[in-house]
């Protein structure tokens, strides 16, 4: 029994192991040269396995000859498993895998050059053994024997063909990038690889703009109530059907049509049959199609064209559909608002066969597809939905059979996200509190407005106006958009005067998510961007009925009394007061402007004297790429924070810099073009955070003279994310004496710090994580004895760390997590008596093992983990 078991094992475990292979390698283009090698060699050893199995049935074999070779396919297999869920613009964590393949490769053949002879001696097992079961005589037994004599010296012949086609894969493999033994030339590969999707994409300069706002959004925990379960079960089996369809489905704002079709998304059925071809599209109030079109090309990895009208736009997704067509393709559209009919059917291509849209709206459009109705949930239903977002731990302090329970239910009309926000809002308060709250709905007279009923549950909460603040500050970025948290903390730390590096802002936007007020997206788990108070992981998003509300919120009053002013000119449209010849003075200390490419006025003169933050949304078009600053900016003596983002396919240059005033003190700048060095002209004495975001910034300055340690003297802390044309930081950099936290982040170009860094005597965090061609840290970085967090995780082409780096004396934390060429500590490391956490991948973890005897409480973290990146598709 447990020979038959041990032989069946390594059938069954090669058998999964190569069908894995051969589907995966269909489907997965990033690792097509090292599954193709990995699918040549288990060709190769099939018969090998067929025959082994054959001989287990009949022959007394240890099995401990063959658990080897089977726990290596169980190995492979999850390997291979691996790869398939690697995020495709993980460009370090598929450079990294890719090795592993070709390693697992290698060790394959080299298993098999040790156990061949294993094989030649159960032939000769079987040979003996149908030699006496069919009674030959001796000599003919001999006969045989010589044969295996032969037989061996072709199995060695065969050991060291074996050999050669290690060697062969070996050229191989350095032809394709990837060395199993060497690491020479795998940076450049790998920067390469990444450049050439750039290119091929038609994105200006940023791997993150290879992607659209196509990513399914996380799958909520679980859903509440039979009719939501059937409406699953029922648009299921639609999706699974054959023939192309659209399913329009149709409910009250707040009743969770995005949350089913997630949840649907997710479903192991659906994934296994449209795989990577389900796109989710939020098309919203005011869609663009040209922009949508643009990103489901980019989604699919293929070149953008230049797109201009909506006709080309529709020709051209028609020939995406055809080339993606021939497997299932899935396309939510999802918030559809009621003139858009024609926009969905711009989408719709009936002679693609396997093509499948679902629209979710709060409108029926019975002429587009069939209809889906997603009802409110019955009584019994939204009881417990309440029931489990009021208790906390199973307890409340009203109990559940008081009538209160079923009266605040009703009023919630079955829309859950009515009856999670109303529920947290009265979370551990009493029955005098629920009374309250009960009658102040009542007297509205609005039993059937949801609006006014989640209104009402926003009026001092908990006794914290604040909780009302954020939740309507949140209205100053467009819909469906998620809100970088580095924003919101740049807005809220000048609006309410809260700590430097936003602590208390990430507890306040904690204290949304809690009252269901908005959702909270972390796209990497790290622990040190908590810890270095560096929030770039963490985005938020508000529900659009939600973000309806805290929009009515802000409108209350006179224009020139309110507290925020958001302002939507897309369309070119504009207020009455917009346009009079001389403007109010107005009292809103946020002001948000958002404008689209059809915006063609000119910027009026606002009197902004009391606003804090500004926050400007735009679009450009493909003419002009261009986006000028108001020349009211200029005047507004209290304006502390700016905050510029560009919604746009293409990065847009920013105009009307001279327009910025010497009160600002944080800038946070989004797919704009402005030169770093350009900043040595102006005076920004009092700016002290400034965040560039996916710009180019590295232009040359026009200024022969200018100095940016003489314009930005006190900065503090200094943000680049995801900014390619960086080469080099300026060296006057290292000149702002008070800088404090320096952040360069996914800046693939970036090849040298400067020497000068040591000059930064007051750094105490740097990240430098990501930045692939960056190939030493300068001798010194020594001297920054205030340092307690340096980050390099995923610099590909850092081989070595100078060994000044014994010098930080303060050093608590260090996260090398992909250095993959870092394979020798300096012997100084020894020195760093206060280090007390090291992040390092698995297989590096045997290079710190050692210093724990000498460096007391060091914590060494191996991991294995993979950021989330679907974030990268907004």
Not at 121 to 129: D, F, G, N, P, R
Not at 323 to 347: C, H, N, T, Y
Not at 418 to 426: F, P, R
């Amino acid at each position: 029994m447990s020979i038959d078991f041990a032989g069946n094992a390594v059938g069954l475990a090669f058998g999964e192991l190569f069908s894995r292979v051969k589907e995966i390698v269909i489907t997965i283009a990033a690792f097509g040269p090292q599954l193709r090698q990995i699918e040549s060699t288990l060709i190769k050893i099939d018969p090998i396995i067929k025959q082994w199995d054959e001989y287990n049935r009949q022959l007394d074999c240890n099995p401990k000859e063959i658990a080897p070779i089977n726990d290596l396919f169980v190995r492979g297999k999850r390997l291979v498993e691996k790869c398939q869920k690697i995020h495709r613009f993980n460009f370090c964590k598929k450079y990294s895998h890719s090795n592993k393949l070709t390693d697992f490769d290698a060790e394959v053949l080299r298993e098999f050059q040790i156990y061949l002879p294993l094989v030649n001696v159960i032939t000769s097992k079987a040979t003996s053994l149908n030699v006496k079961e069919t009674g030959k005589d001796v000599r003919e037994m001999m006969g045989d024997v010589k044969e295996t004599g032969g037989d061996v010296k072709e199995v060695k012949g065969d050991v060291k063909e074996t050999g050669e086609d290690v060697k062969e894969i070996k050229g191989e493999v350095k032809e394709t990038g990837v060395d199993v033994r060497e690491m020479k030339g795998d940076v450049k590969e790998i920067k390469d690889f990444i450049f050439s999707w750039q290119a091929n994409s038609g994105a200006p300069h940023c791997v993150l703009e290879l992607l659209g706002d196509l990513a399914v959004p996380n799958a909520p925990d679980g859903i509440v109530g039979s009719a939501v379960e059937a409406s699953l079960r029922e648009l299921k089996e639609r999706l699974l059907e054959e023939g192309m369809s659209v399913i329009v489905v149709t409910a009250p704002g707040g009743c969770g049509k995005s949350t089913l079709l997630t949840k649907l998304c997710h479903d192991a059925a659906i994934k296994g049959k449209f795989k990577n071809k389900i796109m989710f599209v939020r098309v919203s109030k005011k869609p663009n199609v040209i922009d949508i079109v643009r990103k489901m090309i980019r989604h699919n990895g293929f070149e953008v064209p230049v797109i201009e009208t909506e006709d080309h736009a529709v020709q051209c997704l028609q020939q995406l559909l055809i080339r993606i067509g021939q497997d299932p393709v899935l396309l939510v559209l999802d918030d559809v608002w009621a003139d858009s009919q024609s926009i969905i059917e711009k989408f719709v291509f009936k002679e693609i066969k396997h093509y499948k849209i679902v629209v979710t709206s709060r409108y029926e459009f019975p002429n587009v597809g069939l209809v889906h109705h997603l009802n409110p949930l019955p009584p019994g239903e939204a009881l417990e939905l309440f029931r489990q977002s009021v208790t906390v731990d199973g307890r409340c302090l009203v109990e559940p059979g008081d009538e209160l329970w079923d009266k605040i239910v009703n009023r919630c009309k079955g829309l859950p996200l009515a009856l999670t926000v109303v529920a947290k809002s009265l979370r551990g308060m009493d029955r005098a509190f629920w009374e309250t709250k009960l009658l102040d709905w009542s007297s509205s007279g609005l039993d059937n407005d949801i609006l006014d009923c989640l209104r009402k549950s926003l009026d001092d909460l908990d006794g914290d106006p604040s909780t009302k603040e954020r939740f309507m500050d949140l209205a100053s970025f467009p819909e469906d958009r998620k809100i970088p948290a580095t924003a919101l903390i740049d807005m809220w730390v000048e609006l309410y005067k809260l700590d430097f590096d936003g602590v208390r802002a990430i507890v306040d936007l904690n204290k949304l998510v809690y009252r269901n007020l908005a959702d909270l997206v972390v796209t990497r788990t790290d622990s040190s961007e908590d810890e270095d108070k560096c929030y770039s992981s963490h985005y938020a998003m508000q529900h659009d009925l939600l973000r309806e509300l805290a929009i009515m919120e802000c409108d209350r009053g006179k224009v020139e009394e309110r507290e925020r002013l958001i302002l939507d000119l897309t369309g070119d449209n504009s207020s009455d007061w917009w346009s009079e010849q001389k403007q109010p003075t107005l009292g809103a200390r946020l002001v948000s402007i958002y404008t689209d490419g059809t915006f063609s006025r000119p910027w009026p003169s606002l009197q902004l004297p009391e606003a804090a933050a500004l926050v400007l949304n735009f679009e450009t078009n493909m003419q002009t790429k261009t986006y000028a600053l108001p020349e009211f900016i200029e005047k507004a003596d209290k304006l502390k924070a700016l905050i510029v983002t560009n919604y746009s396919f293409f990065p847009a240059e920013l105009r009307n810099f001279h327009v910025l005033g010497s009160s600002l003190t944080r800038i946070r700048l989004e797919r704009v073009m402005v030169p770093l060095l350009s900043m040595g002209k102006r005076r920004l004495h009092s700016l002290q955070k400034i965040s560039f975001f996916m710009c180019d910034i590295s232009q040359a300055s026009t200024s022969d003279d200018a100095k940016i340690s003489d314009a930005i003297p006190n900065l503090v802390e200094l943000d680049i994310n995801y900014c390619d044309d960086l080469k080099t930081l300026p060296d006057g950099i290292c000149e702002i004496k008070p800088l404090k936290k320096l952040s360069i982040t996914n800046c693939h170009n970036l090849s040298t710090l400067p020497e000068q860094i040591g000059e930064s005597a007051s750094l105490e965090v740097v990240r430098l994580n990501s930045c692939t061609s960056l190939s030493r840290l300068p001798d010194s970085i020594g001297t920054l004895k205030k340092l307690i967090s340096l980050n390099i995780s995923d610099c590909l082409s850092l081989s070595t760390l100078p060994n000044q780096i014994g010098n930080l004396v303060n050093l608590k934390r260090m996260n090398l997590r992909g250095c993959l060429r870092l394979s020798v500590l300096p012997r100084s490391i020894v020195k760093l008596r206060n280090l007390r956490k090291v992040v390092c991948d698995k297989e590096k973890e045997v290079m710190w093992e050692p210093l724990k005897s000498s460096l007391n409480g060091l914590n060494i973290i191996a991991s294995e983990e993979e950021a989330n990146l679907d974030w990268l598709d907004d």
